[in-house]
Nanobody, 126 residues
């Protein structure tokens, strides 16, 4: 059974940084499209960043220039480096993955990802 396990969440002051990890098992990240999503209380799940099989990366406007997605194919782990955090970044953060196609760009449509982690809480206080 595919497992995605997030870690690295926590509480940080506004302007600070956190690095989220998504460790994958029974799934090979280099053959999968992967994404980071978040959901704040009372809000819809929001796609933040994704990485395609060919390495193409997308960012949502809300995090562009502040967050960076990366993938370590040896460790089979995906990361989200989050800098210049703001209180509005407070949410539960999820990683997601599914089989990808080389040359097909990932999207922020949550319905296109079959596998999801349990989520990790990020709280940014001012």
């Amino acid at each position: 059974q595919v497992q995605l396990v997030e870690s690295g969440g926590g509480s940080v002051q506004s302007g600070g940084s956190l690095r989220l990890s998504c460790a994958a098992s029974r799934i090979d990240l280099k053959y999968d499209k992967m994404g980071w999503f978040r959901q704040a209380p009372g809000k819809e799940r929001e796609g933040l960043s994704c990485i395609s099989v060919d390495g193409t990366i997308l960012y949502a406007d809300s995090v562009k220039g502040r967050f960076a997605i990366s993938r370590d194919n040896v460790e089979n782990t995906m990361y989200l480096q989050m800098n210049s955090l703001k209180p509005e970044d407070t949410a539960v953060y999820y990683c997601a993955g599914d089989v990808g196609v080389y040359g097909s760009t990932c999207t922020f449509s949550s319905g296109e990802y079959q596998h999801w982690g349990q989520g990790t809480q990020v709280t940014v206080f001012s």
